[in-house]
Protein backbone atom coordinates (compact mmCIF):
# COMPACT_ATOMS: atom_id res chain seq x y z
CA UNK A 1 0.00 0.00 0.00
CA UNK A 2 2.78 2.33 0.79
CA UNK A 3 3.98 2.28 -3.08
CA UNK A 4 0.71 3.01 -4.33
CA UNK A 5 0.54 5.78 -1.64
CA UNK A 6 4.60 7.15 -2.88
CA UNK A 7 3.06 6.77 -6.89
CA UNK A 8 -0.05 9.14 -6.18
CA UNK A 9 1.75 11.72 -3.72
CA UNK A 10 3.54 14.10 -5.91
CA UNK A 11 0.22 14.67 -7.84
CA UNK A 12 -1.91 14.55 -4.59
CA UNK A 13 0.14 17.05 -2.69
CA UNK A 14 0.26 19.24 -6.35
CA UNK A 15 -3.64 19.26 -6.62
CA UNK A 16 -4.14 20.44 -2.43
CA UNK A 17 -1.32 22.78 -3.52
CA UNK A 18 -3.60 24.05 -6.08
CA UNK A 19 -6.26 23.97 -4.19
CA UNK A 20 -4.58 26.41 -1.62
CA UNK A 21 -3.73 28.86 -4.25
CA UNK A 22 -7.01 29.15 -5.67
CA UNK A 23 -8.13 30.31 -2.24
CA UNK A 24 -5.23 32.65 -1.99
CA UNK A 25 -6.01 34.37 -5.57
CA UNK A 26 -9.76 34.20 -4.59
CA UNK A 27 -9.33 35.91 -1.51
CA UNK A 28 -7.32 38.62 -3.65
CA UNK A 29 -10.28 39.22 -5.96
CA UNK A 30 -12.67 39.85 -3.38
CA UNK A 31 -10.46 42.27 -1.64
CA UNK A 32 -9.98 43.72 -5.03
CA UNK A 33 -11.56 47.49 -3.35
CA UNK A 34 -10.69 47.37 -0.06
CA UNK A 35 -7.83 50.12 0.74
CA UNK A 36 -4.71 49.21 1.14
CA UNK A 37 -5.05 45.53 0.95
CA UNK A 38 -2.35 44.10 -0.33
CA UNK A 39 -2.31 41.27 -3.06
CA UNK A 40 -0.83 37.71 -2.03
CA UNK A 41 0.47 34.34 -3.82
CA UNK A 42 2.20 31.35 -3.28
CA UNK A 43 5.42 30.39 -5.04
CA UNK A 44 3.87 27.23 -5.96
CA UNK A 45 7.16 25.24 -6.75
CA UNK A 46 9.07 26.03 -3.44
CA UNK A 47 5.97 25.50 -1.73
CA UNK A 48 5.20 22.16 -3.59
CA UNK A 49 8.95 21.00 -2.91
CA UNK A 50 8.45 21.91 1.10
CA UNK A 51 5.27 20.02 1.07
CA UNK A 52 6.61 17.36 -0.61
CA UNK A 53 9.73 17.55 2.34
CA UNK A 54 7.30 17.72 5.12
CA UNK A 55 5.28 14.14 3.75
CA UNK A 56 8.02 12.55 3.55
CA UNK A 57 9.50 13.49 7.12
CA UNK A 58 6.24 12.86 8.51
CA UNK A 59 5.47 9.22 6.35
CA UNK A 60 9.30 8.31 8.35
CA UNK A 61 8.73 9.43 11.77
CA UNK A 62 5.25 8.47 13.57
CA UNK A 63 3.63 11.22 15.33
CA UNK A 64 5.43 14.28 13.69
CA UNK A 65 3.08 17.49 13.32
CA UNK A 66 3.63 20.93 13.52
CA UNK A 67 3.52 22.94 16.28
CA UNK A 68 -0.22 24.18 17.07
CA UNK A 69 -1.49 26.86 19.82
CA UNK A 70 -2.95 25.40 22.52
CA UNK A 71 -6.42 27.31 23.07
CA UNK A 72 -7.82 28.05 26.10
CA UNK A 73 -11.42 28.79 24.80
CA UNK A 74 -13.49 27.32 21.76
CA UNK A 75 -14.03 30.73 20.71
CA UNK A 76 -10.31 30.92 20.03
CA UNK A 77 -9.33 31.65 16.41
CA UNK A 78 -6.70 28.82 15.27
CA UNK A 79 -3.61 31.25 15.48
CA UNK A 80 -2.37 30.64 11.76
CA UNK A 81 -0.38 33.19 10.60
CA UNK A 82 -1.00 36.16 8.54
CA UNK A 83 1.73 35.09 6.32
CA UNK A 84 1.02 31.44 6.03
CA UNK A 85 -1.70 29.30 4.66
CA UNK A 86 -3.36 27.13 7.59
CA UNK A 87 -0.65 23.90 6.33
CA UNK A 88 2.14 26.39 6.65
CA UNK A 89 2.57 27.33 3.10
CA UNK A 90 4.21 31.04 3.26
CA UNK A 91 2.47 34.00 1.81
CA UNK A 92 4.08 36.12 -0.88
CA UNK A 93 2.96 39.46 -1.47
CA UNK A 94 2.80 40.19 -5.38
CA UNK A 95 4.30 42.84 -6.78
CA UNK A 96 2.18 45.85 -8.25
CA UNK A 97 1.91 46.60 -11.57
CA UNK A 98 0.90 50.09 -11.04
CA UNK A 99 0.54 52.41 -8.39
CA UNK A 100 -3.41 52.33 -6.87
CA UNK A 101 -4.30 56.07 -5.03
CA UNK A 102 -5.66 53.96 -2.28
CA UNK A 103 -2.71 51.66 -1.26
CA UNK A 104 -4.40 48.45 -2.62
CA UNK A 105 -2.00 46.22 -4.69
CA UNK A 106 -4.85 43.91 -6.44
CA UNK A 107 -4.84 44.23 -10.06
CA UNK A 108 -7.87 42.05 -11.74
CA UNK A 109 -6.19 41.35 -14.88
CA UNK A 110 -3.42 39.45 -13.05
CA UNK A 111 -5.63 37.88 -10.66
CA UNK A 112 -8.03 36.63 -13.08
CA UNK A 113 -5.13 35.77 -15.86
CA UNK A 114 -3.29 33.76 -12.29
CA UNK A 115 -6.84 32.25 -11.17
CA UNK A 116 -7.60 31.03 -14.80
CA UNK A 117 -3.86 29.48 -15.20
CA UNK A 118 -4.21 27.80 -11.99
CA UNK A 119 -7.74 26.27 -12.61
CA UNK A 120 -6.43 25.06 -15.91
CA UNK A 121 -3.33 23.20 -14.08
CA UNK A 122 -5.90 21.75 -11.02
CA UNK A 123 -7.47 19.76 -13.84
CA UNK A 124 -4.63 18.87 -15.62
CA UNK A 125 -3.58 17.33 -12.63
CA UNK A 126 -6.87 15.97 -12.10
CA UNK A 127 -6.74 13.90 -15.63
CA UNK A 128 -3.01 13.00 -14.34
CA UNK A 129 -4.04 11.67 -10.79
CA UNK A 130 -7.34 10.03 -13.20
CA UNK A 131 -5.05 8.54 -15.54
CA UNK A 132 -3.09 6.89 -13.20
CA UNK A 133 -5.76 5.23 -11.40
CA UNK A 134 -6.91 3.64 -14.52
CA UNK A 135 -2.94 2.21 -15.18
CA UNK A 136 -3.29 1.07 -12.14
CA UNK A 137 -6.58 -0.94 -12.60
CA UNK A 138 -5.90 -1.86 -15.57
CA UNK A 139 -2.31 -3.40 -14.11
CA UNK A 140 -4.47 -5.25 -11.80
CA UNK A 141 -6.87 -6.64 -13.94
CA UNK A 142 -4.57 -8.27 -16.37
Known amino acids: MGKL ?22 SN ?21 SALQRNDASSGASGASAATLTKTDPAHLDG ?7 DGTPLLY ?32 LTFISSQIKDMLSVIQN
Open 29 to 49: IANADTPNYKARDIDFNSALQ
Open 94 to 125: RVPTQPSADGNTVDMDVERNQFADNAVRFEAG
Open 80 to 86: NADDTTA
Open 5 to 26: DDYLRVNETAINMRERRAQVIA
